[in-house]
């Protein structure tokens, strides 16, 4: 067995628990259908049906799938998504683990990522992931800041942090894998301050030039400067009028194998950063359904939820 077979492995059977007596769906698309294929080769082995299906590369992440396979998802017990983009915040996606399916999503996944990221020890993410839920649970104010001059107040009181294991084994479940965060969505219309993004934005990859600054008033992001990923992140959030600026999500990392790679699955995970996401936060229980979320990630933050420091230039202090 090859290593990204073993890396299929591990995702369906430590992380998604699949058995003998369960159903597999495999939905990928024209340019994940090595990875796609090898989850199927692992999989149907595993349990009693699976399949796989192939569908066009979506536009931008957040696209529904097309109907009839949003229609499918609805049939499986376990559903594992290696796509180019993200199926993660879909009505789709909702649905599926509202029926009760366990889905795993990879928005724009690699062979190497996959390897790398299923490698560690996921018992010790979830452990470490959990405590930062616990902590954002019972916050008020997260408070952010860098050397570069991110002055960001996100109010969280009352919201309830997701925590993103990797250990996707219960009914109605769904996460990424690889993974590795504890995330909620902040107060919507609340968020003030300056954000400056130094390592990765989904869809456009890596930083190359100087960081992204991003101004935010009222729970919006109302201006960008910066390198040229800068223009880059304001055109696609726009397309989507107001709703795309919409402050949806802080995120931090929890897992320690992850690097930054200029892959967003993989970005947001790494012990050490947090992220700031704009436009859909329905899955965290908000009310923007705009067709598109973006994450933007930042290292070596300090981070205070109320009085408690639970990061200090990105070293994690749980």
Known sequence: ???????????????????????????????????GTALYDVG???????????????AVNGQEPPIPISAMMLDYDVIVCPTSKSVTHTD????ACKKGARVATMPNITEDIMIRGLKADYKQIAERTIKVSAILDKGKIA?????????????????????STGLILEKGMGGNLPSGESFLMPEEGKSEGILYIDAAIAGIGKIQSQPVKV??????????????????????LKKFDKPGMNVAELGVGTNHEATVSGNILEDEKVMGTIHVAFGNNISMGGTCNAGIHIDAVVTKPTVYIDQKKIMENGTLLI
Do not use: W
Not at 14 to 30: A, F, N, Q, R, V
Not at 92 to 95: C, F, I, M, Q
Not at 217 to 233: I, T
């Open 1 to 35: 067995m090859n290593d990204l077979h073993q890396a299929a492995k591990t995702a369906l059977i430590s992380c998604l628990g699949l058995k003998k007596d369960k159903t597999l769906m495999i939905l990928t698309d024209d340019k994940k259908i090595s990875i």
């Open 44 to 58: 149907k082995e595993l349990c009693k049906a699976a399949v796989l299906v192939q569908m066009t590369p979506a």
């Open 92 to 95: 789709a996606r909702r649905k």
């Open 143 to 163: 408070h952010i800041t860098t050397s570069l001059g991110t002055d960001l107040i996100m109010p969280i009181e009352g919201i309830k942090a997701i925590s």
């Open 215 to 236: 101004i935010i008033k009222e729970g919006y992001a109302v201006e960008f400067s910066g390198g040229p990923e800068a223009g880059e992140l304001e055109a696609s």
